[in-house]
């Protein structure tokens, strides 16, 4: 019979990480770079959408932000994920699976 590892996790400590300055920082950074390869990957054909996509923080207690299109470019999701008559075109998920990785080996 395999032995295990038993792993008990302080919820109230990860919620205090959360608001340190340094995973802040870094969350922050993160978030920008990755609107910012989003940009770059997002089809330029779609009226100001790429250029729309940007970086803000979301609710500071959860150590979230947000990143995407403004509102005035909501279309941009069916650029993401395609509909009935238009091919996806990924570049939000693309370039948030990139920043993840680095995010998970920090």
């Known amino acids: 019979m395999a032995r295990g590892v038993r792993v008990k996790v302080n919820i109230r400590e990860v919620e205090k990480l959360k608001q340190h300055p340094k995973v802040q920082r870094r969350i922050e950074?993160?978030?920008?770079?990755?609107?910012?390869?989003?940009?770059?990957?997002?089809?330029?054909d779609s009226a100001g959408g790429a250029?729309?996509?940007?970086?803000?923080?979301?609710?500071?207690r959860q150590g979230s932000w947000y990143v995407g299109a403004?509102?005035?470019?909501?279309?941009?999701?069916?650029?993401?994920?395609g509909t009935s008559t238009i091919p996806p075109?990924?570049?939000?998920?693309?370039?948030?699976?990139h920043f993840q990785s680095f995010v998970r080996d920090w």
């Open 51 to 60: 250029e729309s996509i940007h970086a803000e923080p979301g609710d500071r």
């Open 89 to 97: 075109h990924p570049h939000l998920r693309p370039a948030l699976d």
């Open 29 to 44: 950074h993160d978030a920008k770079a990755a609107a910012q390869v989003a940009q770059r990957l997002a089809p330029k």
């Open 70 to 81: 403004d509102r005035a470019h909501y279309y941009m999701v069916y650029q993401e994920l």
